[in-house]
């Protein structure tokens, strides 16, 4: 699963888990990212924190 937003709740990250994703593609830069790692390296599932995104505000 990709995203341009970053995920600082690991909520989206275990749903997308539970529906099969085995990775997630994120910018990352939320000061909540270490949840959403923590719970990727419990359930054995990637993420790449890219530390870009396309759309800006």
Known sequence: MASDAF?????CVEIA???GI?????PGGSIKDQLSV??????N???V???H?????
Request: charged share 20%; net charge neutral; aromatic share 14%.
């Open 22 to 26: 085995t990775a997630v593609v994120q």
């Open 53 to 57: 995104r396309h759309f800006k505000h």
């Open 38 to 43: 923590d719970y990727c390296n419990e359930n």
């Open 17 to 19: 888990h539970k529906t």
């Open 45 to 47: 599932l990637a993420m």
């Open 49 to 51: 924190m890219t530390g």
């Open 7 to 11: 995920f600082p709740f690991p909520d």
